[in-house]
């Protein structure tokens, strides 16, 4: 069970806009800790793909896009393609137990 | 550019120790304003990553609640190296093992370099 709570799965057709939600509490999210997000190709190790609830790496397209709000975050998706197609983890920070790094359950994007 | 390079046994028995050491090239191991922690995620198959750990070039170490009881991160600057050894594994701890940098130099911490992964399986 993830501290951080995201969807197992979402789907999209190309060209299509998705967005992937992640969920914390108090502890984390809510105490305004930033929000991280990876990509995870197939058989790779993840990529940062948003850092800081909002910033993309150098490299990242504009397609993806990050928001932080109360216990939440959020990334989305636009202009959907097939090479899109990967898990996605958001990454945060918990205050509870002497402090410790937490990641979401992963969300498993399907380009329909 | 910073690239991690890690290696390690990949086959276990049950109650052996798990070692893995990942090696840093590029860019400078220590953040001058102590920025940087080197961690140690895993990720068991078909789910999700675990934070198992971090050490910085001074080595103060922070461990995950759920493993600290078992787990050892140790770094040696001279080699540009940082290691994790797991002790007691089970079956439980089959997992990619991946090394990361943890970057706190501009506030916000996130992992921006990761290792390969090496596959660790527990089996008897």
């Known amino acids: 069970q993830s501290v951080l709570t995201q969807p197992p799965s979402v789907s999209g057709a190309p060209g299509q806009r998705v967005t992937i939600s992640c969920t914390g509490s108090?502890?984390?999210?809510?105490?305004?800790?930033?929000v991280h997000w990876y990509q995870q190709l197939p058989g790779t190790a993840p990529k940062l793909l948003i850092y800081?609830?909002?910033n993309r790496p150098s490299g990242v397209p504009d397609r993806f896009s990050g928001s932080r709000s109360g216990t939440s975050a959020s990334l989305a998706i636009t202009g959907l393609q097939a090479e899109d197609e990967a898990d996605y983890y958001c990454?945060?920070?918990?205050?509870?137990?002497?402090?410790?790094?937490?990641f979401g359950g992963g969300t498993k994007l399907t380009v329909l | 550019q910073v690239q991690l390079q890690q290696w390690g046994a990949g086959l276990l028995k049950p109650s052996e120790t798990l070692s893995l050491t990942c090696a840093v090239y590029?860019?400078?191991?220590?953040?001058?304003?102590?920025?940087?922690?080197w961690s140690w995620i895993r990720q068991p198959p078909g789910k999700g990553l675990e934070w198992i750990g971090e050490?910085?070039?001074?080595?103060?170490?922070k461990y995950n609640p759920s493993l600290k009881t078992r787990v050892t991160i140790s770094v040696d600057t001279s080699k540009n190296q940082f290691s994790l050894n797991l002790n007691s594994v089970t079956a439980a701890d089959t997992a990619v093992y991946y090394c990361?940098?943890?970057?706190?130099?501009?506030?916000?911490?996130?992992?921006?370099?990761w290792g390969q992964g090496t596959l660790v399986t527990v089996s008897s």
């Open positions: 990361a940098r943890y970057d706190c130099s501009s506030g916000d911490c996130y992992f921006d370099y």
């Open positions: 590029g860019g400078s191991f220590s953040d001058p304003f102590g920025g940087y922690y």
């Open positions: 050490i910085d070039d001074s080595g103060r170490t």
């Open positions: 108090s502890s984390n999210i809510g105490a305004h800790y930033d």
């Open positions: 800081d609830n909002t």
């Open positions: 990454q945060s920070y918990d205050s509870s137990l002497s402090g410790y790094v937490i």
